[in-house]
């Protein structure tokens, strides 16, 4: 029994690695769970009820869709970085670039 429990558990580390968006949802509460799969249902409608345009013309047109409760949004992705308001624009790339590729 103990084998095949260590053999489950390191099978579930292949599909679900610790760190990946896999594990977090995995992770989330119940009542998270039902906000992020509310969300998505959401974002299918809302790609489905203007099919003609892609998302990303939508966004750059101010329709940003339905958005993903900001607790579960930093639970799964993590935090949006900040960027002060005096900060130059190499400090804001070096910020940004920080974020993207988690250095």
Known sequence: MRNEKRRLDHLWTVVRPAKSV???L???TDEQRAV???WVVGQE???GSE???N???RILNGDVGPQLRRDVQDFL???APTISIDATASDAAEIYRRYAFGD
């Open 22 to 24: 896999a594990a977090r």
């Open 26 to 28: 995995a992770n989330l």
């Open 36 to 38: 992020y799969d509310a």
């Open 45 to 47: 409608r809302w790609r």
């Open 51 to 53: 099919p003609q345009l």
């Open 55 to 57: 998302a990303y013309q």
């Open 77 to 79: 992705f993590g935090s």
